[in-house]
């Protein structure tokens, strides 16, 4: 696929995924146009000073939930990666009516938007914790997933696809465990919900060169799932702070002991590839079902949880991903 004449937008462009997205387009890949949608001013004002400020960059303010603005953003657009989204579990509990108003309403318009400006390619980002989700966030971006793939109906005749990418926490992304243990460390007590927790995990720059990857071999429907390392939460805790006392402090309402990217029930459309899964859409839509002649069916009663996994990373492998996060905050 030829990027260099693509005009290419992403929603929510100025947090941990959009920063880094921008960096490895504009340095490898060079597409023609390549657009910033966010709500923050201040935030973009940052980027230009961290350095984005290539002529190839343009920074729209704007919200998913204005669908009017919208569509004037994707106007002449080619791609969009959807990564604009509410986040914060606890934050999504006490404002559930802000969650969905963004996560699922505001997926909606970015349908409505793509497919009134004639966008080609439309790549959703989601989470594991959309898979059986118990927590509004999950359940929001459960929605949303639902919304993409269900959306490719609409398109008829037209060539705007729909697909989704699902993958585990990001080391170091806004939010992340990592920087509060950094923080902890200080004081001598790291806290861990529970010493059983494992968790799904996957770089920055992973993330962002499987999207790439994704859209490239996108038909529209899939949810496309990475092949990533599991980590048990309290192996991170002892890499970052080996002489700390790891105190436990109990599950926290809507957290999660095991994480899941693939439910047993999604097993049965799934297949498996090299190095990632591919959920094919369940219902008869025209495309998306490509993919069972090139990978192979998963076992009845498989699910992919964080628990069950054949990939766990070392304790030299975690401190390996937390060194460049370590002194990202040691130069601030």
Same mark, same amino acid.
């Given at each position: 696929m030829d990027w260099t004449n693509k005009n290419i937008l992403v929603t929510g462009g100025t947090g941990s995924f959009g920063k880094k997205f921008v960096e490895i387009m504009l340095k490898e890949y060079n597409p023609a146009r390549l657009i910033i949608y966010s709500r923050d001013e201040l935030k973009q004002h940052?980027?230009?000073?961290?350095?984005?400020?290539h002529p190839n960059l343009r920074y729209f303010i704007g919200d998913v939930r204005d669908l009017p603005r919208l569509k004037r953003a994707f106007n002449g657009v080619d791609i969009v990666v959807h990564a604009a989204a509410l986040k914060q579990v606890p934050a999504c509990e006490y404002n559930p009516m802000e969650a969905i108003?963004? =996560?699922?309403? !505001? @997926?909606?318009?970015?349908?409505d938007a793509a497919l009134d400006a004639g966008v080609k390619k439309v790549l959703a980002l989601s989470t594991d914790k959309a898979v059986n989700p118990v927590n509004l966030y999950g359940a929001t971006k459960l929605a949303a997933e639902k919304l993409m793939v269900q959306s490719n109906?609409?398109?008829?005749?037209?060539?705007?696809?729909?697909?989704?990418?699902?993958?585990? =926490?990001?080391? !170091? @992304?806004?939010?992340?465990v990592v920087p509060l243990f950094i923080q902890q460390r200080e004081s001598g007590v790291v806290t861990l919900t529970d010493e059983r927790m494992t968790r799904f995990w996957i770089s920055l720059d992973q993330g962002v060169r499987f999207v790439i990857r994704c859209i490239e071999e996108m038909h529209g429907g899939e949810v496309f799932v990475p092949k990533i390392p599991s980590m048990k939460m309290v192996d991170l805790a002892k890499a970052i702070a080996p002489q700390a006392e790891i105190r436990m402090i109990g599950i926290r309402p809507g957290e999660k002991l095991?994480?899941?990217?693939?439910?047993?029930?999604?097993?049965?459309?799934?297949v498996e590839l090299e190095d990632m899964y591919v959920v094919q859409p369940a219902a008869a839509l025209w495309f998306g079902h490509y993919w069972s002649d090139i990978g192979d069916p998963l076992p009845d009663g498989y699910h992919y949880a964080?628990?069950?996994?054949?990939?766990?990373?070392?304790?030299?492998?975690?401190?390996?991903?937390?060194?460049?996060?370590?002194?990202d905050l040691e130069k601030k």
């Open positions: 940052e980027m230009r000073m961290a350095g984005f400020n108003k963004t =996560n699922i309403l !505001g @997926s909606s318009n970015v349908v109906s609409y398109a008829g005749g037209m060539m705007t696809r729909f697909s989704c990418v699902r993958y585990g =926490n990001v080391v !170091g @992304s806004r939010g992340s095991h994480e899941v990217l693939i439910s047993e029930d999604e097993a049965r459309t799934t964080s628990d069950n996994n054949s990939k766990w990373l070392t304790m030299a492998e975690i401190q390996e991903m937390v060194a460049p996060i370590e002194a």
